[in-house]
């Protein structure tokens, strides 16, 4: 099993930034992806950005140029630099860990006010 715990989270304003992590532990499988996702109120969740073992990154549209993903994998850690916050990235952001099968983590709020 592997677990993962987001931490960062929390409320900022328009224009500011907020870096979020996800720690991975367990029987981590190695030459996995890890991403993080979110989910708005009322809204389904949706992919925000990922990232492979070897450091090849995605980024949904709405948030390159902002926001970066990275990992550390000595340590099984991924990062979310978020810059540039608008408050319509407010949501619970979702760490998740993917090979052969998907773990997620709890999650972390992010508000940003206007």
């Known amino acids: 099993q592997v677990q993962l715990v987001e931490s960062g989270g929390g409320l900022v304003q328009a224009g500011g930034s907020l870096r979020l992590s996800c720690a991975a532990s367990?029987?981590?499988?190695?030459?996995?992806?890890m991403g993080w996702y979110r989910q708005a109120p009322g809204k389904q969740r949706e992919l925000v950005a990922t990232?492979?073992?070897?450091?090849?990154?995605y980024y949904a549209d709405s948030v390159k140029g902002r926001f970066t993903i990275s990992r550390d994998n000595a340590k099984n850690t991924a990062y979310l630099q978020m810059n540039s916050l608008k408050p319509e990235d407010t949501a619970v952001y979702y760490c998740?860990?993917?090979?052969?099968?998907?773990?997620w983590g709890q999650g972390t709020q992010v508000t940003v006010s206007s």
């Open positions: 998740n860990l993917a090979k052969y099968r998907v773990y």
């Open positions: 367990g029987f981590i499988p190695s030459l996995n992806t």
């Open positions: 990232i492979t073992s070897a450091g090849s990154t």
